[in-house]
């Protein structure tokens, strides 16, 4: 008989093993979530990355090891993303209605997003690399990390505060809408979807398929304007 | 099932192949989105049966940002002493255009009078 420590070092190399352990981690946050009442700071991406981040770190486990189990998880982002047609078509009447309000929105919150996050970090001394990889931050991972290396940003650290952005605006979206008493589905979607990008937006489909359908409209409209404007900001303030 | 799921790879793939050939700033996934928009308008019997394969393929999108939320973990170092101003930074700007973009969303509309 195999002893449990030698079909551990197996199966722990397995892409098997870390494919079920992030589909688990993720079942779990997401009970809690549930058995929450579907409260905005119980973040599932936030428990299931912690708690694997733990399980890595407990058992010694290398990040590329991990991906090639998570990798199928991940690639399924990219039919995701296609797969955003699906409400916005079903929506398509209200987006017509709204695309006045919506390109104003987007102009207006994508300035903000920018200007605001440089602004204040270079108050608060930060400067460099460091200060140009904050400006694509509320931008879809591929497209921010293309912008972050073509202003003199570093693409690393840029995908890291593009996931932080992503589970802060997730967490901050509902309390923050309902203080400031907006009730309409639309407003609230394409908000989240401009300031943080798919991880607000998966939390506007917890929440209501319209808003979800917006919030993936103001996240790719997003995309495209940042990498038009960041450059030319970087170029005038920094 | 499969069929629909066949379409939406085959979108993407040739957003990607567009992105590529173009030199598209535009991620593959995104162009294949609105090749797959108009595959509705042009079809709308596609968009109908391909609905609920989409659906259910949104309901979890969480769940498709854990690996790269674990793989930034490791790199969270990368902010080095800038740390607690970089994050105040992070959390005030995503407030800050969350709250204009949804006032300025909601006031056009009520400036173009929108039904709602």
Same mark, same amino acid.
């Given at each position: 008989?195999?002893?449990?420590?030698?079909?551990w070092t197996f199966l722990s190399q397995e892409p098997l093993m870390w494919l079920t352990a992030?589909?688990?981690?993720?079942?779990?946050?997401?009970?809690?979530?549930?058995? %929450?009442?579907?409260?905005?700071?119980?973040?599932?991406?936030?428990?299931?990355?912690?708690?694997?981040?733990?399980?890595?770190?407990? /058992?010694?486990?290398?990040?590329?090891?991990?991906?090639?189990?998570?990798?199928?998880?991940?690639?399924?982002?990219?039919?995701?993303?296609?797969?955003? $047609?699906?409400?916005?078509?079903?929506?398509?009447?209200?987006?017509?209605?709204?695309?006045?309000?919506?390109?104003?929105?987007?102009?207006?919150?994508? /300035?903000t997003a920018i200007l605001s996050v440089l602004g204040i970090a270079y108050a608060l001394g930060?400067?460099?690399?460091?200060?140009?990889?904050?400006?694509?931050? %509320?931008?879809?991972?591929?497209?921010?990390?293309?912008?972050?290396? $073509?202003?003199?940003?570093?693409? /690393?650290l840029t995908a890291v505060l593009v996931i932080l952005t992503g589970v802060m605006g997730a967490?901050?979206?509902?309390?923050?809408?309902?203080?400031?008493?907006?009730?309409?589905?639309?407003?609230?979607?394409?908000?989240?979807?401009? @300031?943080?990008?798919?991880?607000?937006?998966?939390? @506007?489909?917890?929440?209501?398929?319209?808003?979800?359908?917006?919030?993936?409209?103001?996240? $790719?409209?997003?995309?495209?304007?940042?990498?038009?404007?960041?450059?030319?900001?970087?170029?005038?303030?920094? | 099932? !499969?069929?629909?799921? +066949?379409? &939406?790879?085959?979108?993407?793939?040739?957003?990607?192949?567009? +992105?590529?050939?173009? #030199?598209?700033? =535009?991620?593959? *996934? =995104?162009?294949?989105? &609105?090749?797959?928009?108009?595959?509705?308008?042009?079809? *709308?019997?596609?968009?109908?049966?391909?609905?609920? +394969?989409?659906?259910?393929?949104?309901?979890?999108?969480?769940?498709?940002?854990? *690996?790269?939320? =674990?793989? !930034?973990?490791?790199?969270?170092?990368?902010?080095?002493?800038?740390?607690? *101003? !970089?994050? &105040?930074?992070?959390?005030?700007? +995503?407030?800050?255009? !969350?709250?204009?973009?949804?006032?300025?969303?909601?006031?056009?509309?009520?400036?173009?009078? #929108?039904?709602?």
């Amino acid at each position: 008989m195999t002893s449990f420590p030698e079909i551990w070092t197996f199966l722990s190399q397995e892409p098997l093993m870390w494919l079920t352990a992030t589909l688990l981690a993720y079942a779990i946050g997401d009970s809690i979530f549930l058995k %929450s009442g579907k409260r905005p700071y119980v973040n599932p991406v936030l428990i299931a990355v912690t708690l694997l981040a733990v399980l890595l770190w407990v /058992t010694d486990v290398s990040y590329p090891t991990y991906f090639e189990g998570a990798k199928f998880v991940h690639f399924m982002l990219g039919p995701a993303t296609v797969a955003l $047609a699906a409400p916005l078509y079903a929506n398509l009447g209200k987006v017509r209605q709204a695309a006045v309000p919506m390109i104003a929105a987007l102009i207006a919150g994508s /300035t903000t997003a920018i200007l605001s996050v440089l602004g204040i970090a270079y108050a608060l001394g930060v400067r460099g690399e460091v200060l140009l990889s904050l400006a694509p931050k %509320s931008v879809t991972a591929p497209v921010a990390l293309g912008i972050s290396e $073509a202003i003199g940003g570093s693409p /690393t650290l840029t995908a890291v505060l593009v996931i932080l952005t992503g589970v802060m605006g997730a967490v901050m979206a509902t309390p923050l809408l309902n203080l400031l008493g907006i009730k309409d589905w639309k407003a609230r979607g394409f908000a989240i979807g401009v @300031a943080s990008h798919g991880i607000g937006t998966a939390r @506007a489909f917890q929440v209501n398929e319209t808003a979800g359908a917006f919030a993936g409209i103001g996240m $790719a409209l997003n995309a495209i304007l940042t990498a038009i404007i960041a450059p030319i900001i970087v170029l005038l303030f920094f | 099932m !499969i069929y629909h799921l +066949t379409v &939406i790879l085959l979108c993407q793939l040739a957003g990607e192949f567009l +992105t590529q050939s173009l #030199d598209l700033i =535009v991620p593959g *996934p =995104v162009v294949g989105m &609105i090749i797959l928009l108009l595959l509705f308008f042009f079809v *709308p019997k596609v968009a109908e049966a391909i609905q609920p +394969t989409a659906l259910g393929l949104l309901s979890h999108l969480s769940l498709l940002f854990v *690996p790269a939320g =674990v793989g !930034i973990v490791g790199h969270l170092d990368r902010m080095g002493s800038d740390g607690v *101003p !970089i994050l &105040i930074a992070l959390a005030v700007s +995503t407030a800050l255009a !969350i709250t204009v973009a949804a006032l300025v969303f909601v006031g056009v509309c009520r400036l173009v009078g #929108d039904p709602k």
